[in-house]
């Protein structure tokens, strides 16, 4: 038994280091679209109804 909590607590203990890679890797992503994006997409973005942008897989949304 005693084992057994040991085991549990050390798998559990690997999984809040995965959330900061994880967020880490959106933020980079954020990043790196923001400055690829033209400033006529940007403004298009804005707007409630946006187009897609096919060069960088964005899709169109309401």
């Not at 400055?35 to 897989?57: F, G, H, M, W, Y």
Request: proline fraction near 6%; aromatic fraction near 4%.
């Amino acid at each position: 038994m005693k084992k057994a909590s040991y085991l549990i607590v050390l798998i559990l203990s690997l999984f809040p280091g995965h959330a900061l890679v994880s967020q880490t890797t959106v933020q980079e992503r954020v990043v790196t679209l923001r400055s690829q994006l033209t400033v006529e997409e940007k403004i298009d973005i804005l707007c409630a109804k946006a187009p897609s942008v096919p060069r960088l897989n964005i899709p169109s949304y309401d």
